[in-house]
């Protein structure tokens, strides 16, 4: 037998081997994604589960009575939904002064990466971008004290004095800076990472042809953007706003350090002891020193600070799955280095 004949009966012994040996690999890979997939929803569902059995007793309890909750933090309460309705509106509202301070910059970077820097500076500012998500929020925390406070003031007192009619700049203009707008800036900066990375990724995926049909129609650079780069990355600019107000709600250190804050209903964001306080700032600085009572109560503020952001982040995911299935179904004629 001549050595073409021995390596043509080799050839399918060898390919068998080797299919059975990606089969086997396949298998591996794929017990491994399942494992790790059915972990994340088991951690998911065990958080809730030990939120809902530890918040539970304080949920339940009758706050008027109760000696350990007459009274908690300098009020009574009556219950617990009067106790963590304050709190979930610091969340809320300092979340949104995020949103209306970061996520137009944080979009307007992610403009200028895809579609105005040259590709050289594009790639250096976007890698400058994604960096700041490795910065930790006590570093945040720490820049927003002892450089946004002070520098702040002047704007704070400039607005007050101009627009003190507006309820947002009433009160008395606060003389250290601990105030919820030096708190909402440095929430909008941490943020720009997620919502730049998103709405570039979206912008990017924009259809070549769209774009260079609208050129071609002799439309402006702009009026290219406003027509055929703006409707097709809607839902995915919705959904990556979404992800930032997610994350800028469960934020701890970084308000913890900055704002002073009261557990009542207010929009002042220029004012000292007026500002509402957060759910995670607020267990972060009474967990250490309450009682088993009072922890339960805060656990309870944290279900739902959960609750919260689970359903914005389930909103955020379902348009931006809506977005990538419109991205698959629309024609590309080529893609954006």
Do not use: C
């Not at 008395?172 to 990472?193: E, Q």
């Not at 919502?195 to 979206?202: D, F």
């Not at 990538?324 to 280095?337: E, F, L, M, Q, Y």
């Amino acid at each position: 037998m001549t050595d073409v004949a021995q390596r043509e009966q080799a050839t399918p012994v060898a390919s068998e081997k080797l299919i059975g040996k990606r089969r086997a690999g396949d298998r591996f890979f794929l017990g491994l994604s399942t494992t790790a997939a059915v972990s994340i929803m088991v951690i998911l569902a065990g958080v809730a589960i030990f939120l809902i059995l530890k918040g539970l007793p304080a949920i339940t309890a009758n706050w008027e009575t109760n000696s350990d909750l007459a009274g908690y933090q300098n009020k009574n309460w009556g219950s617990f939904w009067n106790y963590v309705a304050p709190l979930l509106w610091g969340s809320i509202w300092s979340a949104l002064i995020a949103l209306v301070l970061g996520a137009p910059v944080a979009i307007g970077i992610a403009l200028f990466i895809s579609h105005y820097a040259p590709r050289r500076l594009a790639s250096g500012l976007a890698y400058v971008v994604d960096l700041l998500a490795a910065v930790p929020s006590i570093v945040f925390g720490l820049w927003g004290v002892i450089v946004m406070r002070p520098f702040l003031l002047p704007l704070a007192e400039f607005l007050n004095q101009y627009f003190g009619w507006i309820p947002l700049f009433q009160g008395p203009v606060s003389s250290t800076g601990s105030t919820m707008l030096a708190g909402g800036v440095v929430l909008a900066v941490m943020i720009l990472p997620i919502v730049t990375a998103l709405t570039r990724e979206i912008f990017l995926q924009t259809p070549r042809l769209n774009e260079e049909a609208a050129l071609a129609l002799g439309a402006t650079r702009w009026e290219m953007i406003r027509l055929a780069v703006f409707p097709y990355a809607r839902s995915g600019m919705v959904s990556a706003i979404l992800l930032g107000l997610g994350r800028a709600l469960g934020e701890t250190m970084a308000i913890a350090l900055i704002i002073s804050p009261s557990l009542l209903f207010s929009v002042a964001v220029l004012t000292d002891g007026y500002n509402s306080q957060t759910i995670a700032a607020n267990i972060a600085n009474n967990f250490p020193i309450a009682t088993d009572l009072q922890r339960s109560a805060l656990i309870g503020t944290g279900l739902m600070l959960f609750v919260v952001s689970l359903a914005v982040n389930m909103i955020a995911r379902g348009i931006l799955g809506r977005s990538d299935r419109k991205a698959r179904t629309s024609p590309k004629i080529g893609k954006r280095v």
